[in-house]
C-alpha cells in the first residue's frame, strides 16, 4: 500500500510539472520558456573530445544555471561514449570553500548518472539563496587533470515560501525550480519502474521539450 502511494504522489509530481510546462507564456511573465542549446565549441564551461565522444552535459530546464528548492540537491549528467574509468563531481560555495567531492567509476557505458549531494554530519545543506558552483569532471587521464572533458555550472536554493519577503519569488523563478525538482523526481520515478510506459513517455518528452532528445533510450548508469 506504501509503495502505492509513492507512486501516486510521484505521478502527480510529473503531471503537476507538466501543466507547469503547459502554461501560457502571458503567466511567465511574458518570457518564452527556455529550450536546450548546446553550447559552441569556444563555450570554457564545457569540454570534450578529449577521452570522450561528446563533451558531458548537465539535464536541467535550463541550460547549466539550475534552481531548487532541495537542501541536499541532485544532479542528472549525460555521460558520453569514453575511454576514461572514473568521472568527478564537486560542489564549492560562492567563497569557492569545498562542499563536497566524489569520484564515481564507470564501466564504459554512455547514460544518465545520478549525483545526490548526501546528507551528512560533514556535509552542510545548501544555504537558501546562495549560489553555488559545480563541476562535473570525466578523468581521462589521472596523471595530469588538465585534460578532463568536463561541465561546469551554478545552482541556487531557493524557497517558494519566505516569511521575511513578502515578494517572494517571481512565477519564471517558481516554473524553473519547480521542474528542476520535478525533473529529478521523474527520473527516480524511471529508475523505480522502468516498464512503466507512461513514467518512460514523460522522461522522453521532457528531453524532446529541452533539446536533450538525442539523449532518448539512453539508460541510467547505477
Keep these: 500500500m506504501k509503495i502505492l502511494s509513492q507512486t501516486r504522489f510521484l505521478r502527480t509530481m510529473i503531471l503537476m510539472a507538466c501543466a507547469i510546462a503547459a ?33 558531458p552535459d548537465l539535464l536541467s530546464p535550463v541550460s547549466k544555471k539550475a534552481i531548487t528548492t532541495a537542501a541536499y540537491p541532485t544532479f542528472l549528467f549525460f555521460v558520453p561514449t569514453t575511454t576514461a574509468r572514473q568521472v568527478q563531481f564537486s560542489i ?43 563541476e562535473f569532471s570525466i578523468i581521462c587521464s589521472p596523471e595530469d587533470r ?13 524557497t517558494f515560501v519566505d516569511a521575511k519577503s513578502p515578494s517572494q ?28 510506459r507512461l513514467i518512460q513517455s514523460e522522461w522522453e518528452l521532457w528531453l524532446v521539450r529541452h533539446k536533450f532528445g538525442d539523449l532518448k533510450g539512453l539508460p541510467a548508469i547505477k
Design 23 to 55: 502554461m501560457p507564456s502571458q503567466l511567465l511573465t511574458a518570457q518564452t520558456i527556455p529550450t536546450y542549446d548546446p553550447p559552441p565549441p569556444t563555450d570554457p564551461t564545457i569540454r570534450g573530445n578529449n577521452c570522450s565522444t561528446f563533451a
Design 146 to 158: 588538465g585534460k578532463d572533458d568536463f561541465v561546469v555550472g551554478e545552482l541556487q536554493r531557493v
Design 92 to 134: 564549492r560555495d560562492r567563497d569557492l570553500k569545498s562542499i563536497y567531492r566524489q569520484t564515481f567509476s564507470l564501466s564504459g557505458q554512455t547514460g544518465i548518472l545520478r549525483v545526490v549531494l548526501p546528507s551528512a554530519p560533514n556535509i552542510k545543506e545548501l544555504a537558501m539563496g546562495q549560489s553555488y558552483k559545480w
Design 169 to 196: 519569488l517571481t512565477l519564471w523563478e517558481r516554473y524553473r525550480a519547480f521542474e528542476y525538482d520535478a525533473l529529478m523526481v521523474l527520473d527516480l520515478l524511471r529508475r523505480s519502474n522502468p516498464k512503466d
